[in-house]
């Protein structure tokens, strides 16, 4: 999921991770309300019941 995503339509976002921590400064600036924010991805996923990762396809994909 990218930044381009975050104005969907009922589509709430309360947590971003990503591994350069400027892009995610960046991307928590976008947003109206205050999320979470993770630079480990093992971090979000031992907090979160549900995920939804969005990923290209590369190898990152299948560290999940």
Known sequence: MGANHFGYENTPV?????????????????????????HDY???????????CISPPHPIAMVL
């Open 42 to 52: 093992q971090k979000l996923i031992e907090l979160s019941k549900w995920i939804l």
């Open 14 to 38: 309360v947590a971003i991770c990503d591994v350069d921590k400027k892009h995610l400064a960046q991307a928590a600036g976008m947003l109206k309300n205050k999320v979470k924010t993770f």
